[in-house]
């Protein structure tokens, strides 16, 4: 029997061309999980380029209008840059619609350079904006369909703590941190595989051990992509949440509420005392409630979601590691609890005991900035005293990504 051709053209930018290209494993992936099945691929795009660039460049548009193409796809700038719906409702939903080919929506992902720690709400923005997209397509008739990338690479991150700086999630993205490795690429393909092809599929989806392995990727990371893919595809059922295990002793230790009390500058004192936020000597008692892997942080009215990574490698190793300040525990006493980057909570039970803007630091009597200056600088007549320069780092580092501030240790 003659091969059945799928033909697609992809529209976008480097988030689709790095890595060898989406449509290079979109190929791979869908040619061996539907047998007798043949895709071509076509790209058009440029870096950076976003979705209202892309519909009104004349030669994108008429690579579009002139059809031969069974799915369109079509992946915006990654910062959502401006706004494409314009160019979808006219152009490409339309064109999608009239060559009957089902038009995809590449769901890009949060990143750390471009959201910095709150990848949660960087992704909801994203996932907003292309079910935006979804629908404006459809109500001028179009087939269309969100490849929901962007949430499948925070379910990988939700599998690994919420840490974007452990392995298993940041292997995802190449040494910028933004764009997608070959192993992000290869989810991104197996989530478009079995969201474009749904209606070839019933659950489990398809056996990833039909799928060559690509360099790098372990066979349980191939297993997961698999799994994510067809849950987002609405293929399978969504997995139960695993059981955590046991916490391990420093992070059993951290249970319960904790309290640090903090200091305003002069303006934020005056600001706060208006709304009756603040003592009258300018401080207040910010609140740590930690319950499991779950921290709350509450604070003049505010409350902040956080959480724990919990490394535990048996009974003398466990490593606490506090999300997304991206800080671990030194030390837990039964009343105090000291982080590598200064923090020191106090039991709350024991709050009398709370020192104002409390540190402990292990690193402050080696610490230098990135001009060799000691924290003698910083002492108050010194040249960089002043909060101008709390921000300043030095070597001393907190965690992979995150070096020790003036402020911190000084």
């Not at 990654?78 to 995809?104: Q, T, W």
């Amino acid at each position: 029997a003659a091969a059945e051709e799928q033909r697609v053209l992809f529209l976008g930018n480097s988030f689709s061309f790095v890595s060898g290209g989406v449509w290079t494993q979109y190929k791979t992936i869908a040619e061996a999980c539907i047998p007798g099945l043949h895709v071509t691929t076509t790209f058009k795009g440029q870096g950076a380029e976003t979705l209202h660039e892309a519909g009104n460049d004349p030669a994108t548009v008429s690579q579009v209008r002139g059809g031969g193409y069974d799915i369109l796809v079509l992946q915006d700038q990654s910062e959502l840059a401006e706004e494409g719906y314009d160019e979808v409702k006219k152009v490409f939903a339309p064109e999608a619609a009239r060559h009957n080919a089902l038009l995809g929506l590449y769901q890009t992902w949060a990143t750390p350079p471009a959201d910095g720690d709150n990848l949660t709400d960087g992704t909801l923005l994203r996932k907003q904006y292309y079910d935006d997209l979804a629908k404006i397509s459809r109500q001028v008739g179009a087939q269309v369909v969100v490849a929901r990338a962007g949430e499948a690479f925070f379910e990988v991150l939700r599998l690994n703590g919420f840490d974007w700086e452990f392995p298993g999630y940041r292997n995802l993205l190449a040494g910028d941190y933004d764009h997608p490795s070959q192993l992000g690429m290869n989810l991104v393909a197996w989530v478009m595989v079995l969201s474009f092809n749904a209606k070839r599929f019933s659950p489990p989806g398809c056996d990833p051990d039909r799928v060559a392995t690509i360099p790098g990727q372990s066979d349980e990371d191939k297993h997961t992509y698999a799994r994510i893919a067809c849950e987002l595809a609405g293929v399978c059922s969504k997995t139960p949440a695993a059981t955590l295990p046991p916490l391990c002793g420093d992070a059993a230790k951290l249970q319960g509420e904790w309290v640090r009390k903090r200091r305003l500058s002069q303006v934020e004192c005056q600001q706060e005392k208006k709304l009756g936020n603040v003592a009258a000597d300018c401080t207040y008692m910010e609140r740590w409630v930690v319950s499991g892997t779950e921290v709350k942080q509450l604070a003049r009215g505010v409350e902040k979601s956080h959480s724990l990574r919990v490394s535990n490698y048996g009974p003398k190793l466990c490593f606490v590691k506090l999300l997304p300040e991206f800080s671990y525990v030194r030390k837990v006493t039964p009343t105090k609890v000291m982080f590598n980057d200064c923090k020191v909570w106090t039991r709350k039970d024991h709050q009398d005991e709370s020192l104002e803007d409390e540190c402990w630091c292990v690193e402050g009597n080696k610490w230098k900035d990135y001009e060799d200056d000691t924290c003698a600088a910083y002492e108050p007549g010194q040249p960089k005293h002043g909060e101008q320069f709390c921000e300043n780092t030095g070597e001393a580092r907190i965690s992979m990504f995150r070096l020790l501030r003036a402020k911190e240790t000084c």
